[in-house]
């Protein structure tokens, strides 16, 4: 106790500025989600041309987590976070340009290079932490910035309903004005962090106002590791990574709930654009103190001498039982008992995800920790692409049927997924900087 009060609190700094990026990229990627039910009416498109553009997004994600983890390493933190933001701000404010005549098309190449663009967020997030803090402390950290995916979620619907409406006053009716000015937020919000970056980051070791006691905090519990890079090869074949992974299917559930969460609304309960403020702000709200909770939880087992494995595993359990009840939403057939279901399940995915992400970090030594987490998005993308393209065909063909499948696979798969993260990886035993099992 008496270190951390004399260590500085420097790196602090740094995690409010991965919550600032956070907060932008979850609010880039939550418009298109947020205005799917107008979109889909006003552009003409079918559901399952709907499902075709979050398709777009996910592949591209999936293609950038396999790459842009790789160009993190490489690069070094501070340009590889610039590259990622750039790149999905570009196309995000691309989306404004669309016509109607060129729509289909047009925003699934927007949002091809958005998902792209965002890909690089959480390897270089993954990564920034566990630079700056020690392992101790770093799903506590990892849960405040990944908290900051439902800021920018929460944000998207009030600022989409101040700006965005139908001149006939009813979805359906009219035109649909203003929609692309919440895709032009995003880039000026993009280019003051760039800036606020920038100017801000090093490594630890090399920052003036970092002091000695807080560095010594900060590696407290990790090895000193030499800068030689390690391929993405020889990351691959680890059991580890594969682990890590499969606890990376469950990214496709919290993109249904982002992409699809407005459309059942308004599809089951006809909730109309100016309405989806109060839903979204319930279920994720809820879910950004889920992300602190879940952070907080493991660091609490691991301050009372349990070891990582236990402590973390155990985290992970209780998430999985908490998300469970998520199964029944499509069977209420009231609209607030069915947010606070999703609002639940959403709780216990970002307390779930902020301890899956501090594996990476606990087995992995740093300078691997952006290639394993890239690896493990993709195969998060992969799942979320699949998941996308069955539950358009299905609301399409068979209504809300689709909707059923879905919450009941949402609210159960989790206790599967931490069965075989278990088989893959038993103990946890930390890799040493050539990726052989610690001494």
């Not at 709907?50 to 777009?56: A, E, G, K, Q, R």
């Not at 101040?162 to 895709?183: C, H, I, M, S, Y």
């Not at 990351?235 to 990214?251: E, G, H, M, N, S």
Request: glycine letters at 10%; one cysteine or more; proline letters at 3%.
């Amino acid at each position: 106790m008496d270190m951390i009060q004399k260590a500085g609190t420097y790196r602090y700094r740094i995690l409010a500025l991965l919550m600032f990026a956070t907060t932008i990229n979850y609010f880039d990627r939550s418009l298109m989600g947020v205005m799917s039910p107008e979109l889909i009416e006003w552009f003409g498109w079918t559901k399952e041309d709907y499902s075709w553009i979050l398709i777009s997004f996910q592949t591209a994600y999936a293609i950038g987590m396999l790459t842009m983890g790789g160009i993190i390493d490489r690069l070094g933190t501070k340009k590889g976070y610039i590259l990622s933001i750039g790149i999905w701000s570009i196309f995000g404010m691309l989306h404004a340009a669309i016509g109607r005549g060129f729509s289909l098309i047009g925003f699934a190449l927007a949002r091809f290079g958005l998902g792209f663009g965002e890909s690089g967020n959480f390897p270089a997030a993954i990564k920034t932490t566990a630079e700056w803090f020690p392992k101790k402390d770093r799903a506590f950290a990892t849960g405040l910035f990944n908290a900051a995916t439902s800021i920018g979620a929460i944000a998207a619907p009030f600022v989409i309903g101040a700006l965005v409406f139908w001149t006939g006053g009813e979805r359906g009716v009219g035109d649909l004005k203003n929609w692309q000015l919440p895709f032009l937020i995003t880039g000026a919000l993009s280019g003051f962090w760039v800036f606020l970056w920038y100017k801000t980051y090093k490594k630890p070791e090399k920052h003036p106002k970092v002091s000695k006691e807080e560095l010594a905090y900060i590696q407290s519990d990790s090895e000193v590791e030499t800068d030689e890079k390690v391929s993405w090869g020889k990351v691959l074949p680890k059991r580890q990574t594969w682990a890590f992974a499969t606890a990376k299917i469950t990214d496709a559930v919290w993109w249904f709930y982002l992409f699809w969460g407005a459309i059942f609304l308004a599809d089951k309960f006809d909730v109309k654009i100016k309405e989806m403020g109060i839903p979204f702000l319930v279920i994720y709200l809820v879910a950004d103190m889920g992300s602190i909770f879940g952070g907080w939880l493991s660091g609490y087992f691991m301050r009372k001498g349990w070891s990582i494995n236990r402590a973390r595993k155990t985290a992970l359990l209780i998430c999985a039982l908490i998300i469970l009840p998520v199964a029944f939403v499509a069977v209420t057939d009231n609209q607030w008992i069915a947010v606070a279901l999703i609002a639940l399940g959403a709780a216990g995915h970002q307390a779930w995800s902020a301890n899956i992400f501090t594996l990476a970090s606990d087995v992995f030594p740093k300078k691997a920790t952006a290639s394993v987490v890239g690896i493990g998005g993709m195969v998060g993308a992969v799942a979320g692409i699949i998941s996308n393209y069955v539950l358009g065909a299905v609301l399409d063909q068979a209504s809300n049927t689709g909707f059923f499948w879905a919450f009941l696979i949402a609210g159960s798969c989790y206790l599967i997924i931490l069965g075989i993260v278990h088989l893959l990886m038993p103990k946890m035993t930390p890799l040493d900087e050539n990726l052989q099992l610690a001494g």
